[in-house]
């Protein structure tokens, strides 16, 4: 008997109709499955319900895994039982693509520590969205996820990407949770460079998505309103 694959399941990035960031190709393999793993399951039904999942939900295993679960290699391994028996199941992300920026990852990995298959389904990643809308280098970048709370840290932290862009050609790349996008903002303008382009990426893939990329002397003359909403921030130093 061989082994049951773990499937990589991207979701939509926000209100957008499925069709139009999904192939038709992710429906075929998710509606074959049983088990999920998620990370919230009221968000998880949403998304299945969305696209036309045609099991009753009493019928489906969901199993939350999140930044809380912090499981130990061989909780890890337990889960993956079912796969070892043939069951095939999949990663069920909250927005994106699993293991990006997701705690999915370290099932992932205890996936190919016990031999399974992984198989990353095709679907929107706002991180390499915002990165082909940026114009900045696309050869050489680092995501950083998020930066430090603290102000003093935080300003230190852009300091120092900014200084690595200027040595690396590298474009820097990281997020921030939605209701402190402006304190970003204004951590950015007011310790960065004048010169250093910084590409401010929000809503993609939905109806008010934007993304513009201007230097920090450009956005200081409009200073940007970025409201809390999922937003994507680039950096690179010339």
């Known amino acids: 008997m061989s082994n049951g694959k773990l499937y990589l399941i991207p979701c939509t990035l926000g209100e957008t109709a499925t069709d139009h960031v999904l192939p038709a190709g992710n429906k075929e393999i998710i509606f074959n499955l ?3 793993f998620i ?5 998880a039904r949403r998304f299945l319900k969305k696209i036309g999942y045609p099991t009753p939900f009493e019928e489906v295993q ?7 679960s912090k499981l130990p290699f061989e909780a890890r391994y337990e889960l993956l039982e079912p796969l070892r028996k043939g069951v ?3 990663i069920l992300s909250e927005a994106g693509c699993p293991g990006v920026a997701d705690p999915g990852s370290d099932l992932v990995s205890t996936a190919h520590e016990c031999g399974l298959g992984v198989v990353p389904l095709v679907g929107p990643s706002s991180i390499l969205l915002a990165l082909m809308a ?3 280098n696309g050869q050489s970048f ?3 996820g998020y930066l430090p709370k603290d102000q003093g840290d935080r300003r230190r932290k852009l300091q120092e990407i900014e200084r690595d862009s200027l040595k690396k050609n590298q474009t820097q790349i990281f997020i921030e949770t939605p209701y402190r996008n402006q304190h970003l903002v204004d951590d950015l303008l007011s310790c ?3 010169e250093t382009r910084v590409c401010i990426a929000s809503n993609l893939t939905t109806a008010d998505e934007h993304v ?7 956005w200081k003359e409009q200073k940007p309103k970025v409201g809390k909403v999922p937003t994507v921030y680039l950096m690179h130093r010339p």
């Open 34 to 36: 049983r088990i999920f």
């Open 62 to 68: 969901f199993i939350e895994l999140n930044e809380h």
């Open 39 to 43: 990370e919230e399951i009221r968000s």
């Open 212 to 218: 513009f990329t201007k230097t920090v002397s450009a």
């Open 134 to 136: 940026s114009g900045m």
């Open 142 to 144: 680092v995501f950083h």
């Open 88 to 90: 095939s199941a999949g």
């Open 192 to 194: 960065c460079n004048d």
